[in-house]
Nanobody, 126 residues
Framework: QVQVVESGGGLVQAGGSLRLSCAAS????????MGWFRQAPGKEREFVAF????????DYADSVTGRFTISRGNAKNTVYLQMDSLKPEDTAVYYC???????????????????WGQGTQVTVSA
């Protein structure tokens, strides 16, 4: 079982920045590919970014490319999502996800992930 905990959401004005953090605990010695998704009211959960287990592969949704940066922390299975130039349309609950099984580096779909955090609210005011 892997536990996933996000933090760092909040309220920010358009153009501002926030940094989300995610920590996952699981099998000793295992490093996971991890991703961020978001879900706005009335919409489906959508991919935001992922970073592979070694940190050398990362990718972003087109809507956040150039504004968001995903990175791995020094602690095993800790990832961050730096969000700059935030827009009102970025408002959503942001979820961290862990891919605990398989060997694929590229994971864009919710079903590619096995464990999820509880979500953290990000609200961007105009």
């Amino acid at each position: 079982q892997v536990q996933v905990v996000e933090s760092g959401g909040g309220l920010v004005q358009a153009g501002g920045s926030l940094r989300l953090s995610c920590a996952a605990s699981g099998r000793p010695g295992t490093t996971y590919t991890m991703g961020w998704f978001r879900q706005a009211p009335g919409k489906e959960r959508e991919f935001v970014a992922f970073i592979n287990w070694s940190g050398d592969i990362a990718d972003y949704a087109d809507s956040v490319t150039g504004r968001f940066t995903i990175s791995r922390g020094n602690a095993k299975n800790t990832v961050y999502l730096q969000m700059d130039s935030l827009k009102p349309e970025d408002t959503a609950v942001y979820y961290c996800a862990v891919a605990a099984y398989g060997h694929a580096d590229y994971r864009y779909r919710p079903r590619d992930y096995d464990y999820w955090g509880q979500g953290t609210q990000v609200t961007v005011s105009a």
